[in-house]
């Protein structure tokens, strides 16, 4: 594998948040077009990952690459740059809740693109029809249910075709029936449009599937990394925890 | 019970000062980098005009009736003070107009202005941003390729410093309807005798000045909420004390900017406001 067949590299990666250390030498690699999951506990660190591979949180020690590119010393604009190829689908589905749902997905086209208004409209209407949301465009955030409103955020990540997406804890608060739908859209993603996945979870059951690689993160430090079987057949009590769950 | 109070004392004794101290200094330094990242963001283009005029709406043409209304019941309350206070000396219906208006225009108007807006607009986006912060929104702005700081910070303060100077105008001529109301209801005066008497003794540097000045107080609303809100990292008390600390220290930082710039323009202009 070359170093340009690398969407995500974690390299010696330390990160604490106020007096707690969230994570400690994290390093793993993602190569493009794979599903890398990322498995573990509450406040295991999970999201800390995720958010520290599009530039939200810089590490303290070891280094980031975001397609190739260093961004761990990176300007403001040069990280607003780079994340233009990435998508995030948040815990908290974190949807602009004064906008209406029609906007939330247009919103971030219209800033990246100056596209003409009935090409943008007919953008929204297709990711809002992908996620099954097209009869609702018109609601307001606040109207949607938790499973709606995290699809909402597939859908507004999914907009400017991403060739990263980040995905944190995307069956979150969401019924068997989205659950299915989300597998379905992220499955369809990683075959068909080979978008390289970045996915926080905390059941090996979601991900074991269609994950090329699973980490799987205790109190901030990687205890297996590897092919789902690989990762079967680590010893670690924690990780035999997570597949003990699934049976 | 002993066991309970030795423990709380030996327990935070030892770390609630230097914690205290840290965290001072942290607000401190972070507060000058965001002001100054805020004047070097200002100054750069592209503005996005339509964030902004959406911001001027919603701090400027809504401000607009509370600014009023409060500009009429202090005319009210400014005139009666000055009735009541020369009412002795006589000659009172043609003192009161110029001496209101030069009251208004130089100290009152400005400064009422950049209180009320302190208090209505500084908490509501000391909230607004931190309540975004918390559901993780300007997370996904920065996630969306949007740069949240222009887009929040920066539309925010814009929209404050153009506000401000327009809002000071519509308080000073509310205060000095208010004053007529009090004067026709207490003598005979006619509204064209009292318009001309308002202007009388004001010169076009009476308003200008002290009006943009005002642009200050719109920085100081935009930014020190902002900065409250845009950098919170904390739960749900947060966006209590957010608001709350936004409120406080808006008003304190217009009354101290009030104040110095009131000293300062006068000193650099070699000419005095006390005529």
């Not at chain 1, 307001?140 to 990263?164: Q, V």
């Not at chain 2, 109301?181 to 008497?197: D, H």
């Not at chain 2, 003794?201 to 009006?211: F, I, L, N, R």
């Not at chain 2, 609303?221 to 749900?236: C, K, M, R, V, W």
Request: one cysteine or more; glycine letters at 8%.
């Amino acid at each position: 594998m070359t170093a340009g067949d690398v969407a995500v590299r974690f390299e010696e990666v330390a990160k604490s948040i106020g007096e707690t250390d969230v994570l400690e030498d994290i390093s793993f690699e993602v190569p493009r077009g794979t599903v890398f999951s990322i498995l573990g506990r509450r406040e295991a660190g999970k999201t800390t990952v995720l958010k520290l591979s599009i530039g939200l949180l810089k590490p303290d020690f070891g280094r980031v690459f975001l397609n190739n590119q260093d961004i761990t010393e990176m300007d403001h604009p040069g990280l607003l740059h780079v994340r233009r190829s990435t998508g995030f689908v948040f815990q908290t589905s974190a949807i602009f809740d004064s906008i209406s749902v029609a906007e939330n997905v247009a919103f971030p086209l219209r800033c990246a693109t100056h596209s003409p208004e009935s090409k943008l409209r007919e953008r929204v209407r297709q990711q809002l029809e992908l996620v099954g949301l097209e009869e609702d465009s018109d609601r307001m955030p606040n109207d949607l249910s938790a499973g709606m409103r995290k699809l909402l955020g597939f859908a507004r990540a999914l907009a400017s075709d991403p060739a990263i997406l980040l995905l944190d804890d995307p069956w979150c608060g969401v019924d068997s029936v989205t659950g299915a739908l989300i597998r379905e859209l992220l499955l369809n993603l990683k075959e068909r449009q080979g978008t390289t996945l970045l996915i926080a979870a905390n059941r090996m059951a979601e991900v074991r599937s269609f994950s090329d690689q699973i980490a799987v993160l205790e109190e901030g430090r990687i205890i297996a990394c590897g092919s789902p079987d690989e990762v079967e057949r680590c010893d670690h009590p924690v990780v035999k925890q997570f597949f003990l769950q699934d049976l | 019970m002993r066991h309970i109070i030795g423990l709380s004392i030996s327990k935070s004794h030892p770390f609630t000062k230097p914690s205290f101290a840290r965290h001072l200094w942290d607000t401190t330094t972070g507060f000058v980098s965001f002001v100054f990242r805020t004047i070097t963001e200002l100054f750069k283009p592209p503005w996005d005009a339509h964030e902004i005029s959406h911001q001027l709406y919603a701090i400027g043409c809504r401000s607009a009736p509370l600014i009023l209304a409060s500009g009429v019941v202090l005319g009210v309350a400014m005139t009666e003070l000055v009735w009541t206070s020369l009412g002795n000396l006589g000659a009172v219906g043609s003192v009161i107009p110029s001496e209101l208006s030069r009251m208004t225009f130089r100290q009152m108007g400005p400064l009422m202005t950049g209180l009320l807006v302190s208090g209505r607009v500084g908490a509501a986006i000391g909230a607004e941003l931190s309540v975004l912060r918390l559901t993780d929104q300007i997370d996904a702005l920065e996630s969306l390729a949007i740069d949240s700081f222009r887009y929040l910070v920066i539309s925010r303060v814009v929209a404050c410093i153009i506000a401000l100077p327009i809002l000071a105008t519509l308080m000073s001529f509310a205060e000095i309807a208010g004053g007529f109301l009090w004067v026709a209801a207490k003598s005979e005066a006619s509204f064209p005798l009292y318009a001309q008497r308002v202007f009388d003794k004001v010169e076009w540097s009476d308003y200008v000045v002290p009006t943009l000045m005002t642009a200050v107080s719109g920085f100081v609303i935009g930014t020190i909420p902002s900065f409250l809100g845009y950098t919170l990292d904390e739960n749900a008390a947060g966006v209590r004390r957010a608001a709350m600390h936004s409120v406080v220290f808006s008003c304190l930082f217009v009354i101290a900017s009030h104040v110095i710039l009131n000293a300062v323009i006068p000193f650099l202009s070699g000419r005095s406001f006390q005529r």
